[in-house]
């Protein structure tokens, strides 16, 4: 609301960060995939105090009917704050924000997901904020991209997603709530590791184009760290499964 | 179908250095800017841009500040895309796209401080100026966003407000009879780059917009950036993002000079 930059200390005197972490180091990070049933694809994500689910339902029927398209899958996205995820109790109707983020987490999903594959179908991506605690929407993209994935989907990558900030003058990646809200930048940023392509960039804040350039490559490293993770998140589901498999083959 | 065709002919002029409307690559459309067009509103301006055409209004009033900033001006920008622009709006709430537009200027506005909130505070923890700046797109041919913006600035640096006045009771009063500009600390510029294909170019026009891969749009405030919004079904490479950022500052100098121009001769 145009109250940064108030001073508050967010970087401590031994050069870390209020959490103790070094700027250029991102949260612990937790993905588990699969955990919602009815879902044709779901995954968990927990980085810090954010916490959020991601369903997928999908390839399905379109309706309302009028909204197919001949050529390719549509995707839809909700991306929604639960009344109890924030400091004040948030309305669970969709606020304008909400509205926003959900529009730009579709068009960094969408460039990975093969939509030709699927004509006159929707795939819908249902996103939960459970905790928020910063970079919610990067988040988002991490659990939604594993979800989309573990349902079968065919992609060309996964997209992986990491925010950098500024405080104090300095660049830091995965912004905390605290850090967004008395920092001087926010800068979500998601792409495609394996294909080098950007698929979210967003900036709240001043920063000069050099600094921008340098904002990039620190997510971009951010991003390819974040990349390993999810991948083994999926392959741990799959070695779960032949676990499964294999106990009921015995009995 | 048609967009398939008409995308190859946007392509093959580009790939010659051409556009569909004769614009090199680089070349921002015509740009007219028309201030205080509508007289019950303390600021107001109509920006072409080509064919596109949005008209943006500035209304205040006094209310109550936020808890989290007991000292400073309200500022909330809205924005509406009529029927009457286009065949493909339909009346109703603001969309996805209206949302987006309209929170997008409104990062760019507020980063840049255009307005010195601070100055718009009555009585600390009681009493502010609101400033409404409601944008509305009346014929649309492509970028939207950047008519949009220009139109919200215009309007903002033009716009003339009464004077609150306190009386010794601490009632806050409004006195219509002498008014004053807004206080303005910096002019912010919104460039928006279309990706067409591996090409980019400035300021689509609808045609473009329809074909093109993915937009990204820069509010550029002394030199620097405030607000960046990457928009579009597809990505972008690296090299391209910073491409389009250069190319989107050096259109923000060009469009900062005219509307110096404008304001200044009003």
């Known amino acids: ?251 | 179908m048609i967009p398939k065709l008409k995308k190859q002919q946007i392509m093959d002029l580009l790939s010659s250095g051409r556009r569909i409307d004769g614009r090199g690559l680089e070349d921002l459309r015509l740009v007219e800017i028309k201030c205080q067009c509508v007289k019950n509103a303390e600021g107001s301006a109509e920006v072409r841009l080509g064919k596109t055409l949005a008209i943006a209004g500035v209304k205040t009033s006094i209310g109550t500040p936020f808890a989290d900033a007991p000292d400073m001006g309200v500022m909330i920008v809205n924005a509406e895309f009529l029927p009457i622009a286009s065949p493909t709006f339909e009346p109703g709430p603001p969309d996805e796209n209206a949302i987006e537009l309209a929170r997008v200027i409104d990062r760019g506005l507020r980063r840049a401080e255009i307005i010195d909130l601070r100055k718009l505070c009555i009585v600390p923890g009681k009493a502010v100026w609101e400033i409404w700046i409601d944008i509305h797109a009346l014929n649309h041919d492509g970028n939207l966003m950047d008519a949009s913006a220009l139109a919200a600035v215009a309007a903002i640096l033009m716009a003339e407000v009464p004077k609150a006045v306190v009386n010794e009771r601490g009632e806050v009063t409004i006195d219509k009879n002498e008014k004053q500009r807004l206080p303005i600390k910096n002019i912010p510029i919104t460039v928006t780059i279309a990706k067409i294909g591996d090409k980019l170019v400035v300021d689509p026009n609808l045609d473009e917009e329809e074909v093109s891969d993915a937009f990204l749009t820069a509010t550029f405030v002394n030199d620097k950036i405030c607000a960046i919004q990457k928009r579009g079904e597809k990505g972008l490479t690296m090299e391209e993002t910073m491409r389009a950022l250069q190319v989107a500052r050096q259109k923000a100098r060009e469009l900062f000079k005219i509307i110096k121009e404008v304001v200044g001769s009003e």
Not at chain 1, 31 to 55: M, P
Not at chain 1, 104 to 115: K, N, Q, S
Not at chain 1, 135 to 148: E, K
Request: glycine share 6%.
């Open chain 1, 1 to 251: 609301m145009g109250v940064k930059s108030k001073g508050l200390e967010l970087i401590r005197p031994d050069g870390k960060r209020l959490d103790g972490r070094r700027p250029d180091e991102i949260r612990e990070l937790k993905i588990k995939v699969g955990i919602l049933e009815n879902a044709d694809g779901s995954a968990y994500i927990e980085q810090g105090d954010t916490k959020i689910y991601a369903a997928v339902y999908g390839p399905r029927e379109v309706h309302p009917r009028h909204l197919a398209l001949p050529n390719r899958a549509i995707i839809r996205c909700r991306y929604h704050m639960t009344p109890f995820s924030v400091e004040e109790r948030k309305s669970p109707a969709p606020t304008r924000r909400e509205i926003e983020l959900s529009k730009v987490i579709r068009e960094a999903l969408t460039p990975a997901i093969i939509v030709e594959h699927f004509p006159f179908s929707a795939i819908d991506v249902f996103i939960e904020v459970i905790n928020a605690d910063g970079s919610t929407r990067c988040a988002s993209i991490i659990a939604a991209s594993v979800a989309l994935a573990s349902a079968g989907i065919p992609m060309r990558d996964l997209v992986a997603a990491c925010s950098v900030g500024k405080i104090n003058g300095m660049l830091v990646l995965d912004v905390t709530d605290v850090e967004d809200k008395y920092g001087e930048v926010d800068m979500p940023f998601a792409m495609m590791p394996n294909r080098n392509e950007i698929t979210l960039l967003q900036l709240d804040g001043v920063l000069s184009l050099e600094e921008i350039e340098k904002a990039i490559s620190m997510a971009t490293k951010a991003c390819k760290e974040i990349y390993e993770k999810q991948k083994s998140a999926l392959k741990e589901k799959y070695i779960e499964l032949r676990k499964a498999v294999e106990e009921s083959a015995k009995t």
